[in-house]
């Protein structure tokens, strides 16, 4: 048999074995030099090397303890060292706890709403699709377009159409009818998005064509909350707006769509439809190969001495510069935590703070947590921190001239104003980063206080907004829906504290649907329309229940209906572009040329003008609209609407308008038949909404900004107060010599000021060149503003001449006699 052959590491650790042993049979008296008694050999060598169970343990131990001893000797000596200068250990934990805590706050939120990657399958591969037109860019598809992008099979794999939430569905059959959420979708949706089965199946094609049957899949939320999560509704009919729909299908949990959705139904297209109208969304995915063309600097100087004296002693260039990284982690890890806990604290005032309307946050945000990828990069933050700043002066500090360095006196050992230029970048960088940063969030908080100053071109004050769904064999023609909407004007005139209601397919600010349009009788050109402007359907007081003004002819009136010649009324912006010297009074025009037989119908007169309202957001200016009376719009229209939109009322109240929510509520479903609602809004809320980009934007600059800001302020502190200790021998000549204490402390101040007056200057430059980046997200201000770029320097001037007083006070009350014996 031959002999088993040792590597290397394991005839070390056999060696290292036997010497282990040894020990713990000959333990020699380190005084003495006499051999002990087997037990006390056996006592000191527990006691050297713990009681191992094996030898294999025993050899671990050996190796690792010394490290363990010298590492937990240098943290004790790390405190010891930090607990001498308090001042600068809390200045350094302070810069990284705010650093860290801010960019933790921020960064969850961010992640978020941005970084996190979608949750479908292969994510980079998902494009959406988009027109370009004379309003501009715009995701919006209409059934020819869709039928030839779906066939595009060597770009795309998969092509899948549906809208973005649409209309509401009324859920009967239970104990309580409820309004849900349903989206229309192509078969190709839930294989596009990756979607999981949770029961059943999905659409087949031929359920997605014409009289393909009423068939619908349910979301996980619905199946559990109103059937139990049953399977065996599996092939079973639901009731939705009074009509029967097989359930083919329930969705898995955590499938997360555009808009929330409690169902989906198939869209069901007729693909040789010419319908031009845009009233959903195309998404596709790519076929495979297919692609779209500071501190710790400060403190090393300052102990060269020390560490020169501990090497001179016989301290090795390891021991040092592990000495050095223990004390940087010590401190970075230290404020990595409290960061951490500022950081979990901002995330809640965040989010406490900022409103409605930011994507995949989340119910209350929910959604935004401190996850694995948070907490790891806060702690990778905090361990580069204390690596970086860290072992850079250590390596340094580690290889010193050491006849030099104990040669030199402390005041002249590389300390000074003069000679400390590092430190003096540092803070010229933090004052003009910290300039950058406040100048943006000055620029977006004008940004919304201009937003804030706009007219809507409307009174948004007291009204309440509530959706219905009008959809279903009921509502297949538009009298029904006028219907209704009379009833409940009627019921709703009689509810305490109603001063006025109406209704409507849209809502101001929340974008109308564009429709094209020709002038009768007016030339054409080459284009096929006169032009395309947004397009609402109202009833009689719309505009008297929203206050928007009439500024020339008449209004609609309840006698507008389908048996009426058709009207139209139009903005005052539409009159400015296409009436720019004509009177629109005197013309009529043909809404809805070359958009399909839907919009077929003969031509309207225009009855009036009314003023503008910013219908597409504040921050964006009044687009020509015309208003057409809902009564009478064409049947197609109407059944077309139904799917896409729901039905608004629009309630006026002499107060509160949230305390009119249950009798108004209970009025419409009196007056509908039973219909519910949903989205009970006011159009303060919707108006917050429509904000809440540009505040998340100003809130996530204004905390950087005030957290740079605050940086800046400390480290020009620390810089002086740094500085102000270590020239206190010379200080106290200059005064022993007959300096004036004001003499030395305009020197502090005047020193300190230099740096930050440079880093202004620098960071003005760097703001004029950045700035222009954000312009698109501005409004009513330039990206030069000259009040942000005044104000704001004058601000982090203030605030820097206030750090550098307390230390410039500091230094005038040196004694002479005791900084004369300073070193």
Request: proline share 6%; with cysteine; hydrophobic share 45%.
């Amino acid at each position: 048999m031959n002999p088993r052959r040792y590597t290397h590491r394991e005839k070390k650790d056999a060696d290292l074995a036997e010497e282990i042993e040894s020990h713990l049979a000959h333990e020699q008296d380190a005084n003495t030099g006499r051999g002990l008694p087997s037990e006390e050999a056996r006592r000191q060598a527990r006691l050297k090397f713990g009681n191992p169970r094996s030898t294999r343990e025993a050899v671990w131990r050996y190796r690792s303890l010394p490290w363990l001893d010298d590492a937990w000797r240098d943290f004790r000596f790390a405190l010891r060292s930090l607990a001498k200068t308090p001042g600068f250990a809390l200045i350094a934990i302070a810069v990284i706890a705010v650093g860290i805590g801010a960019n933790t706050a921020v960064f969850s939120v961010i992640n978020t709403v941005l970084l996190k990657p979608l949750t479908y399958p292969d994510p980079q591969s998902l494009v959406m699709l988009m027109n370009s037109g004379p309003r501009g860019t715009f995701p919006g598809a209409n059934v020819p377009k869709f039928n030839i992008w779906r066939q595009q099979t060597s770009i795309f794999s998969v092509v899948a159409a549906y809208d973005r939430g649409g209309a509401g569905l009324n859920l009967t059959g239970g104990s309580e009818p409820e309004q849900i959420q349903g989206v229309h979708v192509s078969a190709g949706y839930f294989r596009l998005f990756g979607a999981p089965l949770a029961a059943g199946r999905t659409f087949t094609a031929a359920e997605d064509s014409p009289n393909g049957g009423r068939v619908v899949v349910l979301s996980y939320g619905l199946w559990k909350r109103r059937y139990g999560a049953n399977p065996s509704v599996i092939g079973r009919t639901i009731q939705l707006d009074n009509q029967p729909y097989l359930v083919v299908g329930v969705i898995g949990r955590g499938f997360v769509t555009e808009a929330p959705a409690d169902l989906w139904l198939p869209w069901q297209f007729d693909m040789a439809s010419h319908d031009m109208a845009h009233y959903f969304v195309v998404s596709a995915r790519l076929r495979p190969g297919v692609t779209i063309p500071s501190l710790m600097l400060i403190r090393a100087t300052a102990r060269k001495r020390e560490l020169a004296t501990r090497s001179a002693l016989g301290a090795g260039r390891w021991q040092i510069v592990r000495q050095l990284l223990i004390e940087s982690l010590t401190l970075s890890l230290t404020g990595g935590v409290l960061g951490l806990i500022l950081g979990f604290t901002g995330v809640r005032l965040l989010l406490a703070i900022a409103p409605g309307g930011i994507p995949r946050i989340g119910e209350d945000g929910s959604a935004v947590t401190l996850d694995a990828h948070v907490l790891l990069f806060t702690l990778g933050v905090s361990v580069l921190t204390g690596i970086l700043f860290g072992l850079v002066p250590a390596l340094s500090a580690s290889r010193p001239n050491l006849a030099a360095t104990l040669n030199e006196s402390s005041s002249r050992s590389g300390v000074g104003f003069r000679s400390g230029r590092i430190r003096s970048l540092l803070v010229i960088s933090e004052m003009a980063l910290a300039l950058i940063l406040v100048i943006g969030a000055a620029l977006f908080i004008r940004t919304f206080m201009k937003l804030q100053g706009v007219d809507p071109g409307f009174d948004p004050h007291n009204v309440l907004t509530l959706a219905m769904s009008v959809s279903g064999d009921r509502f297949r023609k538009t009298a029904s829906v006028e219907q209704v909407i009379r009833a409940g004007t009627e019921r709703l005139a009689s509810v305490p504290g109603v001063a006025g209601a109406a209704a409507g397919n849209g809502l101001p600010l929340q974008g109308a649907f564009g429709m094209s349009f020709d002038v009768v009788g007016r030339p054409k050109g080459n284009t096929p329309f006169t032009g395309i402007v947004g397009y609402y359907s109202v009833s009689w007081n719309y505009f008297d229940t929203f206050r928007i003004p009439l500024l020339r002819g008449r209004s609609f009136t309840d006698r507008d209906d389908g048996s009426a010649p058709g009207v139209v009324i139009i903005n005052e912006a539409m009159a400015k572009q296409y009436w720019p010297k004509g009177d629109p009074l005197g013309d009529r025009l043909q809404k809805g040329v070359g958009a399909g037989p839907v919009f077929a119908e003969p031509p309207r007169q225009i009855i009036g003008i009314v003023g503008d309202t910013r219908d597409e957001g504040l921050n964006r200016d009044a687009a020509p609209t015309m208003y057409i009376p809902i009564a009478q719009m064409p049947d197609a229209e109407t059944v077309l609407n139904a799917r896409v939109v729901p039905l608004w009322w629009v309630i006026r109240s002499n107060g509160d308008p949230h305390a009119l929510a249950a009798p108004v509520t209970a009025a419409l479903r009196e007056a509908s038949g039973g219909l519910p609602v949903a989205h009970v809004r006011t159009m303060d809320e919707v108006e917050v909404g429509v904000t809440s980009r540009q505040r998340f934007n100003m809130l996530l600059l204004t905390v950087f900004g005030l957290s740079g800001l605050l940086m800046a302020a400390i480290g020009i502190y620390g810089l002086m107060a740094y500085s102000v200790q270590q020239r206190t021998q010379e200080m106290g000549i200059r005064m022993a010599l007959g300096a004036q204490a004001s003499n030395i402390r305009n020197m502090v101040i005047r020193q300190g000021m230099f740096l930050a007056v440079i880093g202004v200057a620098l960071g003005i430059g760097g703001a004029f060149w950045l700035t222009r980046f954000i312009a698109g997200f501005l409004f009513g201000v330039k990206a030069w503003d000259p009040l942000a770029f005044i104000a704001t320097p004058l601000l982090l001037c203030c605030v820097a001449l206030f750090a550098v007083w307390i230390p410039a006070r500091r230094a005038t009350r040196v004694d002479p006699m005791t900084a004369l014996r300073f070193e």
